[in-house]
């Protein structure tokens, strides 16, 4: 009886401890879809810094290799490729931009087509907040809604949030999302448009496309499919990138944002700065791949 009483009340301490305290899964999932609150407060919570995916990387001598003002650029959210995540913010940080624009996929395609958020976000180096009337501008378009809950757990944003901070202390952003399926003229639309609101920062503001290329196919497979994109951006056919599928790139409407931003800042120039795959970085032709392009697009004038 006394065996029996003990279990009982064991099982009944158990039960309570999973009723307050959840799966860690739960936990940060319902944390997620609320965000944190400090007073009035709202933040997207550090959920994607990992430690072993970061490291400082030296900015260099001030436009070293640098041919000119930088206006835009297209780096990976995944963190396998950090180095050149790392290398392009470092290369970003001799201007000292004072809003960065990021474009990129939104992954699950939640809520509306288009979207951004008015929430700052949490990282190891510091709150990264929103330019809330640069934001409010680009509210006004049709195109775009708020929904701050779905960025929470999107890693396209949060994965580069902490490069932002390290690399961009003074930097506020304009994170924007987008589904798969935004057409060209729609892309075009939200490119011109962050242009001119670009514009009117002058050389304080830069656009960033948050993109991984080819996904899930052996290195080899990986390094054609990539031969193909770049073929397409360095033509700048954008009919081409957009009918691409997830085996060459996770968001051709991101890259249709950047280029038409920078067909309209006057950016006619980029440079690929790198091109690489999951399967090089780890020295493995039997993974599933994700690969990599870095670009960097620059005024017409020098710096």
Known sequence: MKKLLFLSIACMIVLAVAAFTGSSEDRINNRDRAGFVVGNHHFHPNIFFEPQWFGGKDAGNPGEGVPGIIGGAVVPHHLLAHELMGQVFAELAHQEPS?????????????????????????????????????????????????????????????????????????????????????????KALGEHLAALAEKERAGAVIIASVDFSHYLTR???????????????????????????????????????????????????????????????????????????????HQNKI
């Open 220 to 298: 080899k497979e990986a390094e054609a499919k990539d031969a193909e994109t770049i073929t397409a951006l360095k033509a700048k056919n954008m009919g081409r990138i957009f009918a691409m599928g997830n085996d060459y790139l996770d968001s051709p409407a991101s890259i249709g944002v950047i280029f038409a931003a920078m067909d309209r800042m006057g950016c006619k120039e980029f440079e690929i700065l790198a091109n690489t795959n999951s399967g090089i970085i780890l020295g493995n032709d039997l993974i599933e791949t994700t690969s990599y392009i870095t670009m960097l697009f620059y």
């Open 99 to 187: 809003l960065v624009i990021i474009v990129g996929p939104n992954h699950f395609n939640k809520g509306a087509r288009i979207l951004t958020s008015l929430w700052a976000w949490e990282t190891p180096f510091g709150m990264v907040e929103v330019d809330n009337q640069i934001a409010d501008e680009v509210l006004k378009l049709s195109l775009v809604q708020r929904n701050d809950q779905v960025f929470s757990t999107e890693h396209s944003m949060g994965n580069l949030m902490p490069f932002v901070k390290y690399y961009l202390p003074e930097a506020k952003v304009l994170p924007i999302i987008l589904h798969y399926d935004v057409t060209w003229q729609e892309a």
